[in-house]
């Protein structure tokens, strides 16, 4: 998708307890390599000691790996096992195989048993290893396991080489947009913050860059006639220009970057535009511009655009939906209350291959009321991207740093729905079961902000094992009935 989003190199290897036949590991090793579908280098060093897993790291890292399986074709041997998780610059996952592929006498591996030993080990080191849901299988298993762990260690890598800049603070009585630097250091992102002015005076000195009208052509057939303003196009296409020369150029020792910049209200009039259809065309290419600085969204959003390898939003949590248009086009036709649905907004950030055909170019409705006199056409109030978002599977998420400088977080699926809005801005019908209890329980309750990411599929099972990883402990999700919140009253 983008050179933004890392490509993960998986390795394997295999590891055995020297009392138990090193065969059984081998071999179940190749059997798997030759069972898995996609790319997947063999390590040829079996670990049995730790000089072998040390020679093992520098094959694995020499082929060029990045994420690796650490497979216990028997008990395994627990310190050199997870010496490779501690040596090895990348996140590893932990497997195990199991029985029926050998005679029960010297065909049996115990990996079941060593698979307890190693996440022992692994605690007392203070080490991360990914282990998935019930980690023992066959070939074919541990096959599926491995397919499942790879969007999982793109998200890992990428955090891990993560930079987010930002322009200007957030803006007033937005405080629900805080943002703890405490907790970006402990997840291992960096961060810039800059000012608005540097970010201004870095776009006039772009004013005549000669890659301004290929860049205005690719806009203007990515829209299509009638739906952009053309005498726009030049101050956005130098907009996006100067943000993508900033993140290359203040990468530093990172590989990849997220934005969180300020888009109101000063910086339409400064610059001539909102910013919105410029952010919306950088999410598309995997590489998040969070509004109004949040900077936990820009984190959220590029977890998510990581994991699916696709473009995401961030939208507000925003209104109900009318009773009106829940009995015209909900009830009765998809099995939701009205309680369950909402609308999720924002000014013209979704990119367009996320929304209905109808969607165009405009102005911002509520940043013209506010900004441009009463009565006159829009002007610099333009550059919002609109329409209803496109129908369709959603993960909704938020990793935050809250004002106590706790990690917290969300994962919730669901679905927008193919109802119209009869709105505007960039915004959709959202439907989640349980919503109207997840949100008094789970986003007031724990006062989260207002800002939602939205991944574009069902994606609620790798975004909480990255969230796991990343050593979040209070991952909340969208109880059922039968499980009620400790916080929800049981007479209400």
């Given amino acids: 998708m983008s050179t933004n989003i890392p490509e993960v190199k998986l390795g394997i290897v ?23 579908p996609g790319e997947l280098y063999e390590c040829p060093i079996t670990v049995e000691n730790e000089n072998d897993a040390l020679r093992a790291v520098a094959d694995v890292t020499a082929a060029g790996c990045n994420a690796l399986v650490v497979f216990l074709g ?47 080990n692994l605690g007392m080191r203070h080490l991360k290893g990914y282990i998935p849901e ?22 890992i890598i990428g955090v891990k080489n993560l930079k987010i800049i930002t322009f200007g603070p957030r803006p007033q009585d937005f405080f629900a947009c805080n943002a703890p630097i405490r907790g970006l250091y402990e997840l291992g992102v960096e961060i810039e913050e800059n000012s608005e002015l540097d970010l201004l005076v870095s776009y006039k000195a772009h004013a005549g860059d000669p890659r301004i009208s290929a860049v205005c052509a690719e806009m203007a057939a990515e829209m299509g006639e009638g739906r952009y303003f053309p005498e726009m196009n030049e101050r956005l296409a130098q907009f996006e220009l100067t943000l993508l020369d900033w993140a290359d150029a203040h990468k530093g020792a990172r590989k990849y970057v997220a934005f969180a910049n300020k888009c109101w209200p000063a910086f339409p009039e400064a610059f001539g ?19 109004e600085v949040d900077i936990y969204g820009a984190l959220s959003e590029y977890i998510g655009a990581c994991v699916t390898n696709d473009a995401v939003t961030l939208l507000d949590i925003n209104n ?42 405009k102005y911002q409705l509520i940043q013209h009321r506010l900004l441009e006199p009463e009565g006159s056409d829009p002007d610099f109030t333009r550059g919002t991207l609109e329409g209803d978002i496109a129908p369709g ?40 079961p349980e919503m109207g209890r997840f949100y008094r329980h789970v986003l007031i309750q724990k006062r989260y902000p207002h800002h939602g990411a939205v991944a574009f599929a069902h994606c609620g099972k790798a975004l909480f094992e990255v969230l796991k990883y990343l050593g ?3 991952i909340a999700y969208n109880q059922p009935k039968s499980l009620p919140y400790a916080t929800e009253n049981p007479w209400a």
């Fill in 472 to 474: 979040v402990q209070d």
């Fill in 393 to 432: 599977d959603i993960t909704f998420y938020r990793l935050q740093c809250d004002s106590e400088g706790k990690l917290r977080s969300y994962v919730a699926e669901g679905q927008v729905l193919p109802v119209a809005t009869r709105s505007f801005g960039g915004i959709g019908i959202f439907a989640i």
């Fill in 14 to 36: 295999a590891v055995s307890r020297d009392c138990f036949p090193i065969a059984l590991s081998t071999q179940r090793r190749k059997n798997i390599v030759a069972a898995y």
């Fill in 273 to 291: 535009f909102e910013p919105c259809y410029v952010n919306s065309r950088l999410a598309a290419r995997g590489i998040p511009v969070a509004c």
């Fill in 74 to 120: 028997n008990f395994g041997p627990e310190t050199p096992e997870t010496l490779i998780a501690q040596k090895f610059d990348g996140p590893c996952m932990y497997v195990s195989a199991a029985e029926g592929d050998g005679d029960m006498i010297n065909g049996r591996g115990d990996a079941y048993c060593g698979m307890l030993n190693c996440s022992y």
């Fill in 320 to 361: 109900s939906v009318p009773g009106y248009i829940y009995d015209e086009d909900i009830k009765g036709k998809f099995d939701y209350r009205l309680t369950d649905t909402f609308m999720g907004f924002h000014c013209g950030n979704t990119p367009e291959c996320k929304m209905c055909e109808s969607r165009a170019i």
């Fill in 134 to 155: 019930y980690p023992v299988g066959t070939k074919d298993d541990i096959c599926k396991m491995i397919a499942e762990f790879v969007p999982i260690a793109r998200a």
